[in-house]
């Protein structure tokens, strides 16, 4: 078993708390103190919060885009089955932490956006990357006679994450999948009209 080093104990450790109480309300110390690293050491590891925080959105694309990968680039199933399994499994996460925690770069991105541009940036970098994931199996729907070929995939791949970013902060308002739900079915009847038009 690979090692962790003290620096990825510290990322891992402060994402888990800023996941639970965002950026601004975990400080330093309580970081350090969670990952049972000596006081005051954090700047040993890191040059400012700004820079930690660059750090835990890298931590947080990554687990993100692995699960992205799992399920949409699954070769046995259909790119449109493939999204479904991957909503699915997201809305089984959801209810395990009680609808409370909710997208950790959709947090981030709601706190950080009009506060620190550098941060906005990254984020806008991260989420670009996520959406190309949903686009490339779009793309694949579309060869393989899944999706329609006229479906715009840029934009359809947007609608796709704008859709389940805004769901998800609804489900953490109403403490409850509804809103997650609502934005599935609404996905599967996007593809279902769009399919029995182009049949026409």
Do not use: W
Request: hydrophobic share 40%.
């Amino acid at each position: 078993m690979t090692k962790i080093s003290t620096r990825e104990e510290i990322i891992r450790k402060g994402a888990e708390l800023i996941h639970a109480q965002g950026f601004n309300a975990t400080g330093l110390q309580q970081i350090l103190q969670v990952a049972g690293i000596p006081q005051g050491s954090f700047y040993f590891y890191f040059k400012s919060k700004e820079d930690f925080g660059l750090e835990v959105i890298d931590y947080f694309d990554a687990m993100i885009s692995g699960i992205l990968t799992h399920y949409l680039s699954d070769k046995k199933i259909p790119p449109i089955q493939r999204m479904e399994k991957l909503f699915e499994f997201f809305e089984t996460s959801f209810q395990e932490n009680g609808n409370a925690l909710g997208c950790p770069i959709g947090n981030l991105s709601l706190e950080l956006a009009g506060t620190n541009e550098r941060l906005r940036v990254h984020l806008k970098d991260v989420i670009e990357v996520l959406i190309a994931q949903i686009e490339s199996c779009l793309e694949e729907g579309k060869r393989d006679g899944a999706i329609p070929s006229a479906l715009k995939t840029y934009d359809t791949a947007r609608l796709i994450f704008y859709g389940f970013e805004g769901a998800i902060l609804h489900m953490k308002v109403t403490k409850n999948t509804e809103p997650f739900r609502a934005f599935r079915g609404c996905l599967t009847g996007y593809f279902e009209n769009i399919k029995a038009r182009e049949k026409k």
